[in-house]
């Protein structure tokens, strides 16, 4: 019996031991995950060096300095040895986080988290990002310079992950169950495809062509205007167009003679352009710096995440030194300066996303009628590894000439629900003449104006506004990118996919994209608010972000004299809310005619704030909540957001606030779903104000400062970026919001923050990032950075002169050397 229980308990120690040690389906191998010897329990914060480092593919000495923030500063003798230790440093602390963007763009997270992940892969490889990626990367053959890049920071990289036993990988390869792959300039391609996606992958033509359908041209010339009520546009009202423009294209005879005519209304969506995506930047001239010589500062607003969206180098060859932040996955510097320049990046939000109505021949989507004929589509067959699966998925495709129809049919599971099905995609994301690395490149070794104005014809897209500044006291700003040439309003509704005059006609020419420097106001500037005023001669969309950041960096640098780097810090953290300045007079007079606000807690709080969205005022948190719960009261009856038959977007908030101001009788502030009166101005602005109060009261209860302080009501994450339970940091208080110069929102905010104060000899520069360098959550160096960036500190940036410099904020140095 002794020896049957011992067999039996040997078995049953072998069998959970072969279990433990293998997959079980999209589960990892859970034995090696909790072993003490080379599981999780490995991934400490060790923060050490070795004193050299030999690596197979290095040709000269590189030394490599770690300061106080774990920053690595990189002083290579050659170009190759630089980009191969700069791959090898990122991925050394960000190799998941690169993996996990290319995955996602390349529409592969199913093979590492399973079936959970198919509808989005779907909808990204259907997005075209993939097969885009690849072309480009062949393209880049063809370039002697960036091949070199890309191969040796490729290369470097591959040094990293060819070193790594199990026991060595970051704990999410670990708790996921997978290893990395190899790295290419492919990977890095999607790496640049993924914020393309980010930045300028959202439509509002199904939106506006169901309004068009419903209520017709008047009205949506009416609403939805062309250009805002206020604005302070990026290229200064006055600014002269020195150039003579190209023939734009004709608005077709059938648009001009019935704007709304249509098959029918769209019963259509797609994800708009998120309001949090946006960003800051701007440069004062030597007129109003203390220092005599222009300050840039950038701080550019994404989604917030551990590891963050950035990572800090210094890159120093014989022939250029410069300092930023950069894409993990992509060799060099894309915000940042040098000893004579300093450059930022902001979003333009131009319209480069057009959806065409398409007309098939049969089911078979084979055939498409265009320009009087029968067209071929083209067919690609997509497929899909599914961990746990044994079989692959596959998925057809049709492209169109206008690019990819991302749905043939209607269902359930599709990713994006109600997006067109049987629309074709025209996107600038897809064009294959990407030269952006090059950009960056020549941004990095620039020295004065000529030099940015040259990078600059290498840059496509997503088109960006370039901010400039040198210490030869030129500033300059350029909204730059490829941008298509159309005729007005072509792309505000969808498209007819058969007609030849709605294909975009060509390109803005790239030196004629708007452009101002050294404007006499003494600063540029930019928060992603319209290019241009309407006299620039082309069309570049009818939307872009909201007038108020704008207008207030405007105000602040307008007003400043004697800048210095904290007198921009200062403007980077600025909460004053001008909606609120433009909204609450007009708003608070009819409230203050509502006797039921007499003694009202919340209405005496609107009364009495400041209009600073600061962490613990009350004043932001009902207002916030209040302007939209007021616009929904204004259009939710006739512009329904949400229906699943005609969804539509609502006009603007400087529309709506315009017409509370100045068109007080406006019909559309009846509700056109109640039949027993004819709701007015007043009728709205008081119940969506007393709305507002209930809502907020059920959820937080009696008005208290301290559960009603705005900083707990809006409570800023940090998730992790692939939303692991513990490895982010939940409720950090700060103020700001959405249309606050510090626009921080529950889930992104600024990603970067950067102030440069040139000098003849050497710059003096600050920043820091709402994370760290490390992308390991056991590390010191993973989140080191938020209670700073929360408030609203800057680090002073360690720029080295040459390697041997010495500072008492140097850890350790590496010496890398070639393995023989």
Same mark, same amino acid.
């Given at each position: ?110 093979? @590492? ?18 097969? *885009? ?56 391609? &999607? ?99 203390? *220092? ?112 990819? @129809? ?30 952006? &690395? ?76 708007? *452009? ?15 290019? /241009? ?6 069309? $570049? ?6 007038? %108020? ?29 001008? %909606?609120?300045?433009?909204? $609450?007079? %007009? ?77 007080? /009788? ?29 809502? &907020? ?27 692991? %339970? ?41 920043? &820091? ?32 002169? /040459? ?18």
């Amino acid at each position: 019996m002794k020896f049957i229980k011992f067999f039996v308990s040997l078995l049953l120690a072998a069998g959970l031991t072969y279990i433990f040690n293998r997959p079980l389906g999209a589960l990892p191998a859970l034995g090696k995950l909790f072993s003490p010897f080379e599981g999780f329990w490995q991934n400490g914060g060790s923060t050490s060096s070795p004193d050299e480092l030999k690596l197979e593919g290095i040709k000269e000495e590189v030394s490599v300095t770690f300061d106080d923030n774990r920053v690595p500063h990189v002083f290579a003798q050659n170009e190759d040895d630089l980009y191969f230790t700069q791959g090898y440093l990122v991925a050394q602390d960000r190799l998941w986080q690169m993996e996990f963007y290319t995955l996602a763009a390349s529409g592969r997270l199913s093979e @590492v988290v399973g079936e959970r992940a198919i509808e989005l892969d779907r909808y990204n490889r259907r997005m075209g990002m993939a097969e *885009t990626a690849k072309k480009i990367a062949a393209s880049y053959k063809q370039d002697d310079i960036a091949f070199k890049i890309l191969t040796a920071y490729s290369a470097g990289v591959n040094a990293y992950i060819n070193q790594l036993s199990y026991k060595k990988l970051p704990v999410e390869y670990k708790i996921i169950g997978y290893r990395p792959e190899e790295w290419s300039p492919y990977k890095t391609i &999607l790496m640049l495809m993924n914020m393309r996606n980010v930045l300028n992958g959202g439509s509002e033509d199904f939106r506006m062509s169901n309004a068009l359908a419903k209520y017709g041209a008047d009205v949506v010339k009416d609403l939805f205007p062309d250009y805002p009520v206020i604005e302070s546009p990026i290229i200064p009202v006055g600014t002269k167009w020195d150039f003579t423009p190209v023939p734009v294209p004709s608005v077709p005879a059938e648009i001009a003679a019935n704007p709304a005519a249509k098959e029918g209304a769209l019963a259509y969506n797609i994800a708009a352009p998120a309001p949090e995506i946006g960003s800051n930047n701007w440069a004062v001239g030597g007129g109003k710096s203390a *220092t005599g010589l222009p300050i840039l500062a950038n701080d550019p607003h994404l989604q917030l995440t551990l590891p963050s969206i950035w990572y800090q180098m210094q890159l120093s060859t014989p022939t250029m030194n410069v300092y930023g932040a950069c894409l993990p996955g992509t060799p060099g510097v894309t915000i940042g300066f040098n000893k004579d320049v300093a450059w930022g990046v902001t979003n333009v939000g131009s319209d480069v996303m057009d959806f065409y109505q398409i007309k098939f021949k049969d089911k078979t989507q084979k055939e498409y009628w265009y320009n009087g004929a029968w067209k071929p589509t083209t067919m690609l067959i997509e497929e899909f590894k599914i961990k746990g699966k044994s079989k692959p998925l596959q998925d057809t495709v049709y492209y169109t000439h206008h690019g990819p @129809v991302l749905y043939n049919h209607a269902s359930e599971n599709n990713f994006a629900k109600n997006v067109p099905i049987g629309h074709a995609m025209k996107w600038v994301g897809h064009e294959l003449d990407n030269t952006d &690395l090059l950009g960056f490149y020549y941004l990095n070794h620039a020295k004065n104006y000529d030099d940015y104005r040259k990078a600059l014809t290498y840059y496509k897209a997503p088109a960006q506004n370039f901010v400039f500044a040198d210490n030869n006291n030129d500033i300059a700003i350029t909204p730059n990118g490829k941008l298509p040439l159309k005729w007005k309003e072509q792309g505000k509704f969808i498209l007819d996919g058969s007609n030849p005059a709605h294909d975009w006609q060509g390109w803005i020419p790239a030196d004629q994209n708007p *452009t101002v420097k050294n404007p006499p106001r003494g600063f540029v500037s930019s928060a992603n608010q319209f290019s /241009t005023d309407p006299t620039y001669p082309y069309y $570049l969309g009818w939307r872009f972000a909201p007038a %108020e950041r704008g207008l207030r960096i405007n105000e602040r640098l307008e007003a400043m004299q004697q800048a210095t780097h904290d007198s921009l810090r200062s403007v980077q953290n600025d909460n004053f809310n001008l %909606e609120a300045r433009r909204l $609450l007079p %007009e708003v608070i007079k009819i409230l203050a005619a509502d006797p039921r606000n007499k003694g009202n807690a919340a209405y005496e709080t609107l009364v009495k704030w400041n209009m600073k969205n600061d962490p613990y005022e009350v004043g932001p948190t009902i207002f916030e909540r209040w302007v939209k719960e007021l616009r929904y009261w204004v259009w939710e009856d006739e512009f329904a957001s949400q229906s699943t038959t005609q969804p539509m977007t609502y006009p603007t908030k400087d529309r709506t606030w315009d017409m509370i101001k100045n068109q007080p /009788t406006a019909k559309w502030f009846d509700n056109v779903n109640t039949t027993d009166k004819v709701e007015t101005v007043q009728d709205i602005v008081q119940n969506s104000f007393k709305a507002t109060v209930d809502s &907020l009261t059920a959820k937080l209860g009696p008005l208290n400062a301290d559960t009603w302080a705005w900083t707990k009501v809006k409570s800023t994450d940090i998730n992790h970026l692939g939303r692991l %339970e513990g490895f982010g940091r939940q409720d950090i208080p700060n103020g700001g919001g959405p249309g606050i110069v510090n626009a921080t929102s529950e889930t992104h905010g600024p990603s970067w923050r950067m102030v440069v104060e040139l000098d003849k000899n050497w710059p003096k520069a600050y920043g &820091l990032y709402p994370g760290g360098q490390s992308g390991n959550p056991g590390s010191p160096y993973y989140d080191n950075m938020v209670d700073k960036w929360a408030k609203g500190e800057l680090n002073e940036l360690l720029f080295m002169k /040459t390697k041997d410099e010495k500072s008492s904020r140097i850890v350790s140095t590496t010496k890398v050397i070639g393995k023989k």
